[in-house]
């Protein structure tokens, strides 16, 4: 398996455009989770999925994020309009189950930047 | 409050010591929990889970302590290639969520 696949790998985009990160989970995984990771605030959860519904979005910062997860192969972030603040690393990471042998994988994440 | 806090380092040692960190978590109900290690520039990787009765791999011991909700990691004759960020994490309510980690930076 090729682990779960992020797309773009690099995006930097002007204050006001719409930005869309991609996510493929590790065939298989029910659980899918996004996080942001930045200096200040350190790796930030943002919503997970199970079984493709969306499970706890309260990390989600305002309505200009939206994440969903049309099928179990393909999960979407997507910030409309994209700000300043908003630049960051954006992971994406799945699992099997939840527990304490679980074991989250992660992407190679999204580096954002809003200019 | 943080859901989970760390203290962010950076942890500044001589090869061949040993060092540990801990992690303190807020939510009592929290049943699992994890270290895991990210390299500059890289995404985060599982190091090792921690069990109520404490497990041991290799050169890195993690405990766990109920009573005073924090975990620990135990590094053992440390690396350089131990240089890194260690996180936390704290499955709370089948989230997983992560302290903003420790640096660690390991010199010859």
């Known amino acids: 398996d090729a682990g779960v696949i992020q797309s773009p790998r690099h995006e930097v985009t002007e204050m006001g455009q719409e930005v869309t990160l991609r996510c493929k989970p590790i065939s298989g995984h029910d659980y899918l989770f996004w996080y942001r990771q930045t200096m200040m605030r350190g790796l930030e959860l943002l919503i997970y999925f199970n079984n493709n519904v969306p499970i706890d979005d309260s990390g989600m910062p305002e309505d200009r994020f939206s994440a969903k997860m049309p099928n179990a192969s393909f999960s979407t972030l997507k910030i409309q309009p994209s700000e300043p603040r908003d630049s960051a690393v954006y992971f994406c990471a799945s699992s099997f189950g939840t527990g304490s042998n679980t074991e989250a994988f992660f992407g190679q994440g999204t580096r954002l930047t809003v200019v | 409050r943080k859901e989970v806090e760390q203290d962010p380092g950076p942890f500044n040692v001589p090869e061949g010591a040993t060092v540990a960190f801990n992690c303190t978590y807020s939510?009592?109900?929290?049943?699992?929990f994890f270290w895991y290690r990210q390299d500059c520039r890289k995404e985060p990787k599982l190091l090792m889970s921690v069990y109520s009765s404490g497990n041991e791999d290799g050169r890195f011991t993690a405990q766990l302590n109920r009573a005073s909700q924090y975990i620990s990691l135990l590094i053992r004759d440390s690396k350089l290639s131990d240089s890194a960020t260690y996180l936390c994490a704290v499955d709370s309510s089948y989230k997983l969520i992560f302290g903003s980690g420790t640096r660690l930076l390991v010199r010859p």
């Open positions: 939510n009592s109900a929290s049943q699992s």
